[in-house]
């Protein structure tokens, strides 16, 4: 008895000798192979890959002279323009100000843009605060020019009015700073940029850019590979802006913030508000470091197995498409897929007198079961009992009859001449495939299928018991019918496949009845309910 612990299943293979699927079924392979090494070679697939850990800082150079209004020319070097940031991976250059000298703690009247239009004190309140203004209100309202009059507020007098920066940039010459950037992995490196070239390949024009300020991301990414024979560890810049440039989109475009430089004039405390737009660049380092690793190349290798895969899809698909020769690719197809039936009814097999094989065809209520569909194809296998049987008996002489020829008009789809016609479609099924002469005409046929001496002998042999044939009137005709049928198909079937139903064709099954017939000439036909696997007759 066979138990599941102690069997191994494997795959059946077809082999097919043709010189054409043996050359792309090679040719396929290289290809795959050839593609999985390429790949394997520009993405480093044999690597094991870390992530880079670096420390950034970043100096900006340069000197610039602006003209500020009230100042005249004034030369700002990097303690003026450029300030460290919060976060050590960005730098900030100062590009445009506006200053609005000599500022006093005192009252005055708000600006229109940040403050309160207003005609009587009553439109104005009392220590109150709101989000635009630049100070706490003092409940008054005073002229701020000749035809407007603001809400008073106590503030640092007099407030900044512009709001829209200078055009051009008054430090629009930053273009020429150059910025050193450290970036320490494992070996430092550096690198000298020119402002305007980085703001430039991140698509911008500085000049523009330096008017309202902005972000810039400067990106490194190294990408090393630190492997013996060809060690290499070199960073990739790349640049590009960071907020939005689109100055009518956003509510504060740009990149802006306030200082103020104090200082005590008459004992009174002064100071310079300077409103400063400039350009920040945040310094963004990624990449990776990849090293031989034995264990990276097996999975890689294992990973890419599937691949092969396609091969064998395609050339399935190629042989069984009309690509390819359809007969050779029908062969093919019968021979690489075995069918098996769980045992259901109208399966069936055919023989034909023309070809050495036995088709097994599923039974069709609607199709005639000469054209029907072949599921699988079986060699034929003998019965060795039926064989000696027969050759003992081919051995007696006996007198040749003459054969009766049938006054039926010829079929379609008839090779033989003398099938009739039928109203079930499964029992219209020629004893061949191409035309010729019928197997029910051959004197084989009569000598083992219709021989009544023969029949009855094989009955008695079966059932030894049974009353002798010449005590009694004989066996009944639908018994010699019968066994006539089981001999046609020991004879041209052997050992039928499995599961299936020997259908006989209709010229045989024809002969068979003109031999032995029913008393009244009614035959309940091949149907589904007699066409079981176990049952090999028919009525
Ligand atoms: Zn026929
Ligand atoms: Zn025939």
Redesign the pocket.
């Known amino acids: 008895m066979a138990c599941a612990l102690c069997t191994y299943e494997t795959n059946k293979l077809v082999r097919i000798h043709s010189v054409r699927l043996g050359s792309l079924k090679w040719s396929l392979n290289a290809t795959i192979l050839l593609g999985i090494c390429l790949v394997m070679l520009w993405n480093r697939k044999y690597q094991h890959f870390d992530q880079v850990v670096s420390s950034v800082t970043a100096k900006v150079k340069g000197v610039a002279l602006m003209h500020l209004p009230g100042q005249g020319g004034v030369v700002w070097d990097v303690a003026d323009y450029s300030r460290p940031s919060q976060d050590k991976k960005s730098f900030l250059v100062v590009t445009n100000v506006i200053v609005t000298n000599k500022q006093k703690q005192g009252r005055c009247p708000e600006p229109p843009v940040s403050g309160r239009l207003c005609r009587h004190d009553n439109d104005c309140d009392t220590s109150t605060w709101s989000q635009h203004s630049n100070g706490i209100q003092t409940g008054l309202c005073v002229k701020f020019d000749a035809l407007t009059r603001t809400c008073e507020v106590t503030a640092w007098c007099p407030i900044e009015t512009k709001t829209r920066p200078p055009r051009p940039a008054v430090l629009a010459s930053a273009e020429n700073f150059t910025v050193l950037i450290k970036n320490n992995i494992r070996f430092p490196a550096f690198n000298f940029i020119r402002l305007g070239d980085v703001v430039r390949q991140a698509g911008q024009n500085f000049s523009q850019m330096a008017v309202e300020g902005g972000v810039i991301g400067i990106q490194i990414k190294w990408d090393c590979n630190l492997d013996l024979l060809t060690r290499r560890c070199l960073p990739r810049y790349s640049f590009r802006r960071l907020d939005e440039n689109e100055s009518n989109k956003t509510l504060y475009p740009g990149f802006n913030f306030r200082f103020a430089k104090y200082n005590m004039v008459d004992g009174v405390e002064e100071r310079t508000l300077y409103k400063a737009f400039g350009i920040r660049f945040d310094i963004l380092v990624f990449g990776q470091a990849g090293k031989f690793s034995i264990i990276q190349l097996v999975v890689y290798i294992g990973s890419t197995l599937s691949y092969y895969a396609l091969t064998t899809v395609l050339m399935d698909w190629l042989i069984q498409t009309s690509c390819y020769s359809a007969d050779v690719g029908q062969n093919y197809g019968e021979k690489k897929v075995e069918s098996v039936e769980d045992g259901k009814k109208g399966v069936l097999s055919v023989s034909y007198v023309d070809q050495d094989h036995i088709r097994v065809v599923k039974m069709s209520l609607k199709r005639r079961l000469q054209d029907a569909n072949t599921v699988a194809v079986e060699t034929r296998r003998e019965d060795a009992g039926h064989v000696t049987m027969a050759v003992s008996v081919l051995q007696a002489q006996v007198d040749p009859r003459p054969v009766l020829k049938p006054d039926t008009e010829r079929q379609s789809w008839c090779g033989?001449g003398?099938?009739t016609a039928s109203a079930l479609p499964q029992e219209e099924l020629?004893?061949?495939r191409s035309e010729g002469p019928?197997?029910?005409s051959s004197a084989l046929f009569e000598r083992l299928v219709l021989h009544r001496p023969l029949l009855e002998a094989l009955l008695l042999y079966r059932d030894p018991l049974s009353p002798a044939p010449a005590a009694t009137s004989g066996h009944s005709t639908a018994t010699l019918r019968h066994c006539a049928y089981q001999q046609y198909v020991a004879w041209r079937f052997g050992v039928p496949p499995a599961a299936t139903c020997p259908a006989i064709?209709r010229?045989?099954v024809g002969r068979i009845r003109e031999e032995f017939p029913s008393p009244d000439g009614r035959y309940s036909g091949f149907t589904l309910a007699n066409a079981t696997p176990a049952i090999t007759t028919q009525d």
Do not use: D
């Open positions: 033989c003398r099938c020629c004893c061949r019928c197997i029910s064709p010229c045989c």
